[in-house]
Each structure stands twice: as structure tokens, then as C-alpha cells.
């Protein structure tokens, strides 16, 4: 088992940054991905970014390519989603997650590939 903490989220206006970050524990060894999803309010939960937890490949929807940077430290456990030029659009709560198969790049944007969750961190931007 696997125990993801989110932190960092925040209010925020429209143009500026925000670094949640995510921190893992537990059965950290068998880790393969971790990712960040959305959900905003009345809408699907939607693939973010990730990252392969060994050779530090990264992945990204198309509305977040250029604005936001995935990135994880080996050492501390730890994921991070540096978010910039945020939009109103961004406003949803961000949910970290992680892959224990080594299958999970091949659809990485979906949310049955990830294995364990973290209970999400709001981030709000506003106009």
C-alpha cells in the first residue's frame, strides 16, 4: 500500500503560480508513475500531467503543455506540478496518484492505471 499527501493548492489570481506538491509512502519501491488529475465541480476527473518514477518521463494534456511542469525528487518521495500562467479553467481540486504496474504508461491518462490516490488539494484561481 501506498499513502499519497497532497499540499500546496491555493487561492490564486489569474497569470500566477502555484507548486502543490505530493509525498509518498509506504510500498514506495514498487512505484512505476505517479500523476496529477482534476476534477473541477460537475465535471469528470481529468489527466493533469505524470511522470515514470525512474527515467523521468513526462507526460501532459494539451491545456497544461508550456504552463505547467511535472517533476518528482527520487529521495524525498515526492512529486511536484509547477503551474503557471493559471487560467480560471485550472480551478479544480488536483488529486495525486501512483502506478504500481509497469503497464501504466500505455494509457497513463487513465485513471484505472493508478493504483493508489491522495485526497486532493483545491486550487482556485480567480479572474
Known amino acids: 500500500q501506498v499513502q499519497l499527501v497532497e499540499s500546496g493548492g491555493g487561492l490564486v489570481q489569474a497569470g500566477g503560480s502555484l507548486r502543490p506538491s505530493c509525498v509518498a509512502s509506504?510500498?514506495?519501491?514498487?512505484?512505476?508513475?505517479m500523476a496529477w488529475f482534476r476534477q473541477a465541480p460537475g465535471q469528470e476527473r481529468e489527466f493533469v500531467a505524470a511522470?515514470?518514477?525512474?527515467?523521468?518521463?513526462?507526460y501532459y494534456t494539451d491545456s497544461v503543455k508550456g504552463r505547467f511542469t511535472i517533476s518528482r525528487d527520487n529521495a524525498k518521495n515526492t512529486v511536484y506540478l509547477q503551474m503557471s500562467s493559471l487560467k480560471p479553467e485550472d480551478t479544480a481540486v488536483y488529486y495525486c496518484?501512483?502506478?504500481?504496474?509497469?503497464?501504466?504508461?500505455?494509457?497513463?491518462?487513465?485513471?484505472?492505471?493508478?493504483?493508489?490516490w491522495g485526497e486532493g488539494t483545491q486550487v482556485t484561481v480567480s479572474s
Open positions: 496518484a501512483v502506478a504500481l504496474r509497469g503497464s501504466w504508461s500505455i494509457n497513463y491518462r487513465r485513471p484505472e492505471e493508478y493504483d493508489y
Open positions: 509506504g510500498r514506495t519501491s514498487s512505484m512505476y508513475g
Open positions: 511522470i515514470s518514477w525512474s527515467r523521468g518521463y513526462t
